[in-house]
């Protein structure tokens, strides 16, 4: 089988580079592969199957109602992996709850994202006009605050909850796939087989339905991909804020907002989920990079 | 006879690509000489741009080069970094296909051209500015001083060429390559361009390779054409010889698929079925045998060598065009 | 008689160039009043260079985007002023093969899918029937459906990526493909092949070509008449033979020289002597004639009036005001429109 250069003259449509396609190798190559694709997923995975899986068929208690009888048991002893905090609760369960919790935003925010932000970006783009200038206006006005900042005052408006930092970190996330939508669609405009796809008779809507919009899907997941990790990140600011998901529920942002005043005495609170939190980011972006490579290097 | 230029003695080049390794260029051997051209023609996959790349040591790192390609004596393959630079541009220089490419957008042409001016020279600025006007007339750029402060957008596909070459001469190179060089251009800007190189070769009494698929343009410009396939040297002759009577059957494919303005209309092209062989997954045996209408098994299990079967001309098959089938396994060069 | 697949008359595509801040900064002149006509089994070479605006006319002649002005009739039909679904409906006559055969497939589908989707637009038949008729598709055009109907784009090589579009392009029984720089982009081998094949479709089929390149010698071999444009407007237009033979038009002259001859035996004349210069621009062309910047032939006249296309010989035109090879009346005797 060819290769989709074969038959082909350089410098009309492909450029002459003399590596032939997929994938770049070097003496790094194999390095690079390792860490590929699969490193990373199976480490997203594993952070999934633990914060929302395991405590439902592990062993693990509950991160709330603890007794006071137990509190700032150290780590290690039985039963408590990590010890308990200061009202007695398992820190080792309030990291998974706590994950679940900031995992859930991310997916929800990211989601929100996706479809709206996707939808109205990749209308806009493939209409053009005035519609266009419209809902890019309108997406333009959100983005012109400050993610956080916005994200902040709005909390502070409808109060603490898991909904209410959705709803607040949804207003960045919208806009943000707003623009890639549109632009990767206007990318995908021009291409000859849209142009081919209407000389045969396709209307607009399979248009893009069918053909712009599974062009542009690989762009949008990556994009999404990493910005899980942004999410993730932003969640744990409003919560370290005390905006976003309020105590006793346990997110990583308010772990660390609670274990702030002890951290030179007990750096564990602090440390449990940063690290977490870092290992989660890190992996999302991995995964994302990955993903990326792999799709502009076809 | 002078001793030549260059000299390209059994260079391979591999990629290691995903696990297995490519052959691009698979014993490929040449010399260029002062004040020739040298036609190296072939499709794409032929090896024809890596094994230029691999004298100008401009390929990536997944390239393994092996064989020897001697520049006035020197021998380059393994050449350190620091000394292949100063040949590079200097000595040996190359114009490539897509000039749109090539060029610095956001740099003056005038500036460039300067730029590679003082790469090789120690000259000022004021100089400088002098030889580099002084290129773009040699190189017929019309208002050659006003275009110096223009910006490479304001200029038509033919005088960026123009420019790159005048870039490529700004060393004083005695070997020009240039790859494909008129390809992206019109076919009047191409003739000109030709026209062009051909002119400065003879001036300057350099040494030119050109790279192209396209055989009118070894006809009309060539002194010698050397014919790839699959990264092999299939056949190779001073230009009157070789058209004169083709005899691989590659070559005599090429000649017949492309149209001729004496044709009549609706006259069928002489078309060869199948595709250019995939490098990665080479039977032996000629590479050409799954296309060949003269194949037998002997050219399925061995593969021709390159010889020279008749004065100053070489070929690499058992079963050439208007011939008896050779006698290679004696006579291998 | 062989009824018109295609008349375009008078022709007119401009682009506006917007400037930085968004204001209007110069039109681009792409076509500038062109016209021909395409009888119902013929093919009509279109060559031009760079800017000669050849693939703008195709499109426009397409309606995408509409002309400025003129008008184009594809079976009877005028195209022009028709939108949305009529246009479609009135358009599915005419198809297009684009240079580049895997920018014209949708790298997300598979070739079946591909070869389907006009009927699919035109709810032509049920499922089954639609796909026994990609597969015949395939097979017209050497393709195995078995082997190749599941792929997608990115694992075929160039020629077989255009025979997929040829395929998608003739799923409607059209009467006419417009081929724009169709073979351009492939190897010479696969070029060859590929023209072949076009050519028996052609007779088998009995379909109409608007064969579009910048290659002379490539479009006389496919065409029975061939039009050469220049910067928007139409130079020369004639029977094949005829054009090689004896050029009118001294940009004709040009490009016939320029052309490499695969015969180093052949004399060749340097092209400096029949065309100077660079193109000029299309956003300010010449006055009079386009061409006048770059003839070798060019006088005053050339410059203040523009040269009409006139017949000087059995079915063959030029717009110049000194032609080449012809024994035409002199310019001011003549001012008669084509």
């Given at each position: 089988?060819?290769?989709?250069?074969?038959?082909?003259?350089?410098?009309?449509?492909?450029?002459?580079?003399?590596?032939?396609?997929?994938?770049?190798?070097?003496?790094?190559?194999?390095?690079?592969?390792?860490?590929?694709?699969?490193?990373?997923?199976?480490?997203?995975?594993?952070?999934?199957?633990?914060?929302?899986?395991?405590?439902?068929?592990?062993?693990?208690?509950?991160?709330?109602?603890?007794?006071?009888?137990?509190?700032?048991?150290?780590?290690?002893?039985?039963?408590?992996?990590?010890?308990?905090?200061?009202?007695?609760?398992?820190?080792?369960?309030?990291?998974?709850?706590?994950?679940?919790?900031?995992?859930?935003?991310?997916?929800?925010?990211?989601?929100?994202?996706?479809?709206?932000?996707?939808?109205?970006?990749?209308?806009?783009?493939?209409?053009?006009?005035?519609?266009?200038?419209?809902?890019?206006?309108?997406?333009?006005?959100?983005?012109?605050?400050?993610?956080?900042?916005?994200?902040?005052?709005?909390?502070?408006?409808?109060?603490?909850?898991?909904?209410?930092?959705?709803?607040?970190?949804?207003?960045?996330?919208?806009?943000?796939?707003?623009?890639?939508?549109?632009?990767?669609?206007?990318?995908?405009?021009?291409?000859?087989?849209?142009?081919?796809?209407?000389?045969?008779?396709?209307?607009?809507?399979?248009?893009?339905?069918?053909?712009?919009?599974?062009?542009?899907l690989p762009e949008l997941i990556t994009f999404a991909l990493l910005g899980m990790g942004i999410i993730i990140v932003l969640e744990g600011a409003l919560s370290f804020l005390g905006l976003g998901i309020p105590p006793p529920a346990p997110s990583w942002g308010n772990m660390i907002a609670q274990g702030e005043g002890i951290l030179s005495a007990q750096p564990k609170f602090v440390l449990l989920p940063s690290a977490a939190l870092f290992i989660t980011v890190v992996s999302f972006n991995l995964l994302g990079e990955s993903m990326r490579a792999r799709w502009t290097a076809r | 006879m002078t001793a030549p230029l260059l000299e390209l003695d059994d260079l391979r080049v591999d990629f290691r690509q995903s696990g297995h390794v490519v052959r691009a260029v698979d014993g490929l051997s040449y010399q260029a000489d002062k004040a020739r051209t040298l036609a190296l023609i072939g499709e794409s996959g032929s090896g024809k741009t890596v094994s230029a790349r691999a004298i100008m040591a401009l390929l990536p790192d997944t390239a393994r080069v092996t064989g020897s390609i001697r520049y006035e004596g020197t021998e380059l393959v393994g050449l350190s970094e620091r000394r292949m630079r100063a040949l590079r541009g200097n000595q040996i220089a190359m114009v490539f296909q897509d000039p749109a490419r090539s060029l610095n957008p956001t740099l003056r042409i005038g500036a460039q051209i300067t730029e590679a001016i003082h790469i090789h020279r120690q000259v000022s600025k004021a100089e400088a500015h002098d030889r580099a006007v002084e290129l773009m007339e040699l190189v017929r750029l019309p208002a050659a001083r006003e275009r110096f402060r223009q910006y490479p957008h304001q200029l038509s596909g033919g005088m960026r060429q123009r420019v790159m070459i005048a870039i490529a001469l700004a060393g004083d190179p005695r070997l020009l390559i240039a790859d494909e060089a008129t390809t992206a251009l019109d076919v009047t800007t191409q003739a000109q361009i030709m026209e062009l190189l051909r002119d400065l070769q003879e001036r300057l009494g350099m040494a030119l390779i050109m790279i192209s698929h396209d055989l009118g343009l070894a006809a009309s410009y060539a002194d010698e054409v050397l014919v790839m396939y699959a990264g092999r040297a299939v056949e190779r002759a001073a230009t009157q010889t070789l058209f004169g009577h083709v005899r691989m059957p590659y070559t005599r494919a090429l000649l017949g698929a492309i149209p001729r303005l004496e044709n009549a209309p609706h006259t069928t092209l002489a078309a060869v079925p199948g595709q250019p062989p995939d490098l990665a997954t080479q039977p032996p045996g000629c590479p050409f045998a799954p296309r060949c209408p003269e194949v037998t098994d002997k050219c399925r299990e061995t593969a021709p060598p390159l010889a020279e079967q008749e004065p100053g001309h070489l070929w690499a098959c058992w079963h050439p065009c208007g011939l008896e089938d050779s006698a290679a396994e004696e006579v291998a060069v | 008689?062989?009824?018109?697949?295609?008349?375009?008359?008078?022709?007119?595509?401009?682009?506006?160039?917007?400037?930085?801040?968004?204001?209007?900064?110069?039109?681009?002149?792409?076509?500038?009043?062109?016209?021909?006509?395409?009888?119902?089994?013929?093919?009509?070479?279109?060559?031009?260079?760079?800017?000669?605006?050849?693939?703008?006319?195709?499109?426009?002649?397409?309606?995408?985007?509409?002309?400025?002005?003129?008008?184009?009739?594809?079976?009877?039909?005028?195209?022009?002023?028709?939108?949305?679904?009529?246009?479609?409906?009135?358009?599915?006559?005419?198809?297009?093969?684009?240079?580049?055969?895997?920018?014209?497939?949708?790298?997300?589908?598979?070739?079946?899918?591909?070869?389907?989707?006009?009927?699919?637009?035109?709810?032509?038949?049920?499922?089954?029937?639609?796909?026994?008729?990609?597969?015949?598709?395939?097979?017209?055009?050497?393709?195995?459906?078995?082997?190749?109907?599941?792929?997608?784009?990115?694992?075929?090589?160039?020629?077989?990526?255009?025979?997929?579009?040829?395929?998608?392009?003739?799923?409607?029984?059209?009467?006419?493909?417009?081929?724009?720089?169709?073979?351009?982009?492939?190897?010479?081998?696969?070029?060859?092949?590929?023209?072949?094949?076009?050519?028996?479709?052609?007779?088998?089929?009995?379909?109409?070509?608007?064969?579009?390149?910048?290659?002379?010698?490539?479009?006389?071999?496919?065409?029975?008449?061939?039009?050469?444009?220049?910067?928007?407007?139409?130079?020369?237009?004639?029977?094949?033979?005829?054009?090689?033979?004896?050029?009118?038009?001294?940009?004709?002259?040009?490009?016939?020289?320029?052309?490499?001859?695969?015969?180093?035996?052949?004399?060749?004349?340097?092209?400096?002597?029949?065309?100077?210069?660079?193109?000029?621009?299309?956003?300010?062309?010449?006055s009079g004639c386009r061409f006048r910047t770059r003839c070798p032939r060019a006088q005053d006249l050339c410059a203040s009036q523009e040269p009409p296309m006139r017949q000087l010989a059995d079915g063959h035109f030029a717009a110049c005001h000194f032609p080449v090879n012809a024994d035409a009346p002199a310019p001011e005797a003549t001012a008669m429109s084509h």
């Open positions: 089988m060819a290769a989709p250069t074969e038959g082909l003259v350089p410098g009309v449509l492909e450029p002459a580079v003399v590596a032939p396609p997929p994938g770049e190798e070097g003496r790094l190559g194999r390095l690079r592969v390792l860490g590929g694709i699969w490193l990373p997923a199976l480490l997203v995975a594993a952070i999934f199957f633990l914060c929302f899986v395991w405590p439902i068929i592990g062993p693990v208690p509950s991160p709330t109602g603890g007794s006071i009888l137990n509190s700032n048991d150290p780590s290690f002893t039985p039963g408590h992996l990590f010890g308990t905090d200061a009202t007695g609760n398992d820190e080792w369960s309030r990291l998974l709850y706590g994950g679940r919790a900031s995992l859930e935003v991310a997916l929800a925010v990211t989601a929100v994202g996706l479809i709206v932000g996707g939808t109205l970006g990749a209308f806009a783009g493939y209409v053009g006009g005035w519609r266009d200038g419209v809902i890019m206006r309108a997406l333009d006005v959100l983005i012109a605050f400050p993610a956080l900042v916005l994200a902040v005052a709005i909390a502070e408006r409808l109060g603490p909850g898991e909904l209410h930092a959705i709803w607040a970190l949804s207003f960045f996330s919208v806009p943000a796939f707003g623009r890639l939508a549109r632009a990767a669609t206007l990318r995908v405009r021009e291409q000859n087989f849209i142009a081919a796809a209407r000389l045969s008779g396709t209307g607009h809507v399979r248009t893009l339905l069918r053909h712009v919009v599974p062009n542009i | - | 008689m062989n009824e018109l697949v295609l008349e375009v008359t008078d022709l007119v595509q401009e682009f506006i160039l917007r400037d930085r801040g968004g204001g209007k900064a110069g039109v681009v002149h792409a076509v500038s009043g062109v016209s021909l006509e395409l009888a119902s089994g013929e093919s009509l070479g279109l060559v031009g260079e760079t800017g000669s605006g050849k693939s703008t006319l195709a499109r426009a002649i397409l309606q995408a985007p509409p002309p400025r002005s003129g008008s184009v009739r594809l079976r009877g039909v005028e195209l022009v002023g028709l939108r949305g679904r009529r246009l479609i409906q009135a358009r599915r006559h005419a198809q297009m093969v684009f240079q580049d055969p895997f920018g014209s497939l949708d790298p997300t589908w598979t070739v079946t899918r591909l070869v389907q989707e006009p009927l699919v637009a035109f709810r032509v038949g049920s499922a089954a029937e639609r796909r026994r008729r990609a597969h015949e598709l395939l097979e017209l055009v050497g393709l195995d459906p078995v082997r190749y109907g599941n792929r997608r784009p990115r694992q075929l090589s160039g020629g077989q990526a255009q025979r997929v579009a040829i395929a998608r392009a003739l799923a409607l029984d059209p009467s006419l493909i417009i081929c724009d720089e169709a073979v351009s982009s492939l190897d010479v081998l696969i070029r060859a092949q590929v023209l072949n094949l076009l050519e028996r479709l052609r007779t088998e089929l009995h379909l109409a070509y608007l064969f579009i390149a910048h290659d002379l010698a490539l479009v006389k071999q496919v065409s029975d008449r061939v039009a050469v444009m220049y910067l928007g407007k139409l130079v020369e237009l004639g029977p094949a033979e005829a054009l090689y033979r004896r050029p009118l038009h001294p940009y004709t002259v040009a490009l016939l020289a320029s052309i490499p001859s695969p015969d180093p035996e052949a004399p060749r004349e340097p092209v400096t002597g029949t065309i100077r210069g660079e193109p000029p621009s299309p956003i300010d062309p010449p």
